[in-house]
């Protein structure tokens, strides 16, 4: 009986179904999304220990350094990035500068030790650099080892695209000086697999700032520090907080960012909530209508011999598996919307975003399914109160 009341119902019952649906999966592609997110930003600055700034925005110096997010940051007093650079207490240091871009890619300035990941890669293809006219390029980078490039400045107003040169790139191209692309990193799933990096020193030659020692002479805009201990990384961070700079771990930073995230998450997630109710009202509206067209259905089948309930369970029945079809259709629906999300998320970004399905994504469809086995119960309604008779004279 259940099944015959499915069929009556036709596009109605499929209109029903995708609309619970997509009212699940909103919910299910937001809380996917963003637990990708905050994995993927959490590998990335697993190889960034402890950041030494310029006094500033500590969420800024990690954005800049770890995610490659162009800003202009304030230089580090010469004195302080040297007294950095040889502090015993540093396992492994690496200055680093963001400050311009080819053809779309962030040109990034730093020492073969941070983009080896402390020794951990070596290119996949080609070599590392040895001159300070060599670079070499992130996994995802639209460049060819053999390409020789001409660096711009970044501006804030430029609009940098992987692979395509914007008319402000080419007006603020550093005339007369060619990058050779001599090498190619693996992937690391990061914001670095787009970029082109290059000595330090490089860098600052080619913005007209001398060197010496192998040691940019001017300061720096960050160093990432490696630690020899986690009892020097704490020495290390209040340290060079007091000696007029700015010392951070990143996943500090990450974390305040991910409370943020959280907080939008849930308000997102309530709204995904109160739109799926929404969806159960109008259809249980549509349920209780289609009971009531039914009235002559219903009253022959208590001529026959059902009794009230029987008649009420098949209406209830109809409505629960018309709001569990739709959220369990919602589950995969959802981790689908999320995983295109996330590809285009990480060709924007670099992140390498997996999203995945958690016990918490079934919170949702169970909600609404419970929702919807509530609110059948009104469906059912115009059935409790049939009066025989007056149906099958009607």
């Known amino acids: 009986?259940?099944?015959?009341?499915?069929?009556?119902?036709?596009?109605?019952?499929?209109?029903?179904?995708?609309?619970?649906?997509?009212?699940?999966?909103?919910?299910?592609?937001?809380?996917?999304?963003?637990?990708?997110?905050?994995?993927?930003?959490?590998?990335?600055?697993?190889?960034?220990?402890?950041?030494?700034?310029?006094?500033?925005?500590?969420?800024?110096?990690?954005?800049?350094?770890?995610?490659?997010r162009p800003e202009a940051l304030g230089l580090l007093p010469s004195a302080v990035t040297?007294?950095?650079?040889?502090?015993?207490?540093?396992?492994?240091?690496?200055?680093?500068?963001?400050?311009?871009?080819?053809?779309?890619?962030?040109?990034?300035?730093?020492?073969?030790?941070?983009?080896?990941?402390?020794?951990?890669?070596?290119?996949?293809?080609?070599?590392?650099?040895?001159?300070?006219?060599?670079?070499?390029?992130?996994?995802?980078?639209?460049?060819a080892v053999g390409d020789t490039v001409t660096p711009s400045h970044a501006t804030a107003a430029m609009s940098a695209v992987p692979g395509i040169v914007s008319p402000e790139e080419v007006q603020h191209r550093h005339e007369g000086t060619l990058l050779k692309i001599v090498g190619r990193m693996p992937a690391t799933g990061t914001a670095w697999d787009f970029a082109v990096m290059m000595p330090l020193e490089g860098l600052w030659e080619m913005h007209g700032h001398g060197h010496q020692a192998g040691h940019p002479t001017p300061g720096v805009p960050?160093?990432?520090?490696?630690?020899?201990?986690?009892?020097?990384?704490?020495?290390?961070?209040?340290?060079?907080?007091?000696?007029?700079?700015?010392?951070?771990?990143?996943?500090?930073?990450?974390?305040?960012?991910?409370?943020?995230?959280g907080d939008a998450r849930d308000l997102l997630l309530a709204a995904a909530l109160l739109n799926a109710l929404v969806v159960l009202l109008a259809i249980t509206l549509l349920l209780v209508t289609l009971a009531g067209l039914r009235r002559s259905r219903y009253a022959l089948l208590r001529a026959l011999g059902a009794t009230r309930m029987y008649v009420a369970l098949t209406v209830w029945l109809g409505a629960f598996i018309l709001c569990a079809l739709g959220?369990?259709?919602?589950?995969?629906?959802?981790?689908?919307?999320?995983?295109l999300l996330g590809l285009v998320l990480t060709a924007r970004s670099g992140l390498a975003l997996a999203p995945s399905l958690d016990a918490d994504?079934?919170?949702?469809?169970?909600?609404?399914?419970?929702?919807?086995s509530l609110l059948g119960l009104v469906a059912i309604w115009p059935v409790l109160r049939l009066r025989v008779g007056e149906a099958l004279r009607g």
């Open 222 to 261: 960050a160093i990432v520090v490696k630690p020899s201990g986690v009892a020097q990384a704490y020495q290390m961070r209040a340290d060079y907080r007091r000696d007029g700079a700015l010392a951070v771990f990143p996943a500090e930073i990450l974390t305040e960012l991910y409370l943020a995230m």
């Open 361 to 372: 994504d079934w919170l949702s469809p169970f909600a609404v399914a419970l929702a919807g």
């Open 1 to 68: 009986m259940v099944w015959a009341d499915l069929r009556a119902m036709r596009l109605g019952g499929i209109i029903a179904v995708v609309l619970i649906a997509l009212a699940v999966a909103i919910a299910v592609a937001i809380g996917a999304q963003e637990r990708a997110v905050r994995q993927a930003s959490a590998r990335a600055a697993d190889d960034f220990p402890l950041i030494i700034g310029a006094p500033g925005s500590a969420s800024q110096l990690v954005l800049t350094s770890v995610f490659l």
């Open 327 to 339: 959220a369990l259709l919602g589950v995969p629906l959802g981790l689908v919307a999320a995983r």
């Open 82 to 143: 040297e007294k950095v650079l040889a502090d015993p207490r540093a396992a492994a240091t690496a200055p680093i500068a963001v400050a311009d871009v080819v053809r779309g890619h962030p040109l990034v300035g730093t020492t073969a030790a941070l983009v080896t990941r402390w020794g951990r890669l070596q290119p996949g293809e080609g070599r590392m650099f040895t001159a300070e006219d060599e670079a070499v390029v992130g996994a995802r980078a639209l460049l």
